[in-house]
């Protein structure tokens, strides 16, 4: 079993920045796909990025450029840097986590365990 808890959310103006930390349990977080998914109010659940046990990335083309992402497999934590925050951006983020099997990760299939959630709002 893996838990993972996202934080980090809140209200940030256009243009701004937030980091998102999931911290997640398990003695063997360097071995997962990670992966972070966003829902906007109304909207379904969509791939934003993802990080493979080898450090690859994955981005959507709406986030390339401005998100990145990272994991410290020291901290058994991985994070998403938001830059140049758009309005379009607000969404409850969702981190999820693959134990077994590869893949780039911007299925949200591929996953089996998911965070509760952090709420970001960017407003204009």
């Known amino acids: 079993q893996v838990q993972l808890a996202e934080s980090g959310g809140g209200l940030v103006q256009a243009g701004g920045s937030l980091r998102l930390p999931c911290a997640a349990s398990g003695r063997t977080f360097s071995s997962y796909v990670m992966g972070w998914f966003r829902q906007a109010p109304g909207k379904e659940r969509e791939f934003v990025a993802s990080?493979?046990?080898?450090?690859?990335?994955y981005y959507a083309d709406s986030v390339k450029g401005r998100f990145t992402i990272s994991r410290d497999n020291a901290k058994n934590t991985v994070y998403l840097q938001m830059n140049s925050l758009k309005p379009e951006d607000t969404a409850v983020y969702y981190c999820?986590?693959?134990?077994?099997?590869?893949?780039?990760?911007?299925?949200?299939?591929?996953?089996?365990?998911w965070g509760q959630g952090t709420h970001v709002t960017v407003s204009s």
């Open positions: 990080i493979t046990r080898t450090h690859s990335t």
């Open positions: 999820a986590a693959r134990t077994s099997g590869v893949g780039s990760g911007r299925l949200a299939a591929e996953y089996n365990y």
